[in-house]
């Protein structure tokens, strides 16, 4: 009497038998193993932060949609959707080395299509023009264009169609890197020139996240590029971030009026809640209602003019600003050629959007590091040009680096 071994995954043994009604179990038993392989062959494979890859397949416009993963030799991993060159979900080490998930997001495309129900930044590629441009207006050549108005009567994050809200075209020619390309038309969100945009992000094994952006233009336009992650280093949004050591390397900001419009002023933070030269915690001052620029922003939401940059040049080798987050011993540290950042503490979450394993994001869940131009600058001449003429490519850097404390 010989045996039949039948693989299937509780490793079953079943003896041959010349009694047919016995085969057939064997047969049923054969045919119960496919079924459990083919059913386990089915289940999501997950990423390393939980997202499922299947939720973000999808087409929007047209185009197609998806969850692009990165990953390094040290075990982190990036995702990010081309909707909206959004980045997901951040995964690093811990000083106890457990990986955690260190942005806010949603788990679905839906979510982040949802402009209706669920509007947000969340983690985008901002562009045509990131931030606050006053009364939605700008001056092309003596010829005036309005620009749409959809934040306190000025356009912000290039207007209700940015491209937070739109397809790039992705290409991901390695395990590092990705490449999104965004080709806007003249005339999107009233913006002149037909416009190509290339963002870069490269995770490298120093465990830095490098993202380089680049544009060039068929007609005089203003450019000015951002990411706007949301940061929680202690990987659970159920906390603030108000316990969050923040540094920025900045004697002056430009002060804003109740709309978050900048005044075209410069300010000196030496002496006021707006330092930052010495690092201290997110929550010493976020509250500061008796201090009217973070009562007029209802937190902190200003752009910062970064020591980095002089001369008209930005250096991305000197330090531009430091999150530390004391419960997980994360540290994030920003380099950029950018003349300003933008410090935003994540004042307009109330409890509305819930976000990636059902967390409901409340008041400070958050703080975003935004390089870039500063504010409104196509209508202040002495502050650094976000002009792009033909011929000339924008260049943009931004470096988020992720390291521990112990």
Known sequence: MRKVVI??????????STNMKHFKSILLGAGMAAILFSSCSNEPKLTASGLNPAAFDTVINEKPVALYTLKNANGMEVCITNFGGRIVSIMVPDKDNKPQDVVLGFDNIKQYADIENSPSDFGAAIGRYANRIKNGKINIDGKEIQLPQNNFGHCLHGG?????????????????TLQLTMKSPDGDNNFPGNVTAVVTYQLKDDNSIDIGYSATT???????MTNHSYFNLSGDANKNI???????????YTPTDDTYMTTGDTAWVKGTPMDFMEPIP????????DYKPIKNANGFDHNWCLASYSNGKGNDKQ???????????IRLEVYTNEPGIQVYSGNFLDGTLKGKKGIVYQKHAGICLETQKYPDSPNKKNWP????????KYYSHCIFKFGVVK
């Open 242 to 252: 108000e316990d969050h050591v923040l540094y920025v390397n900045s004697y002056v």
């Open 282 to 289: 997110v929550g010493k001052n976020v509250n500061n209602f």
């Open 385 to 392: 040009s976000p002009y792009l003429e033909p011929g000339q």
């Open 218 to 224: 068929d007609a005089k336009t203003v450019i000015n």
């Open 160 to 176: 209700p169609t940015g491209w937070q809200y739109q397809v790039y075209e992705a290409q991901q020619p390695d395990e590092h």
């Open 319 to 329: 330090l531009a600003a430091s999150l530390y987050c004391p419960s997980t011993g």
């Open 7 to 16: 693989l299937h995954p509780i490793k079953c043994y079943y003896k041959l």
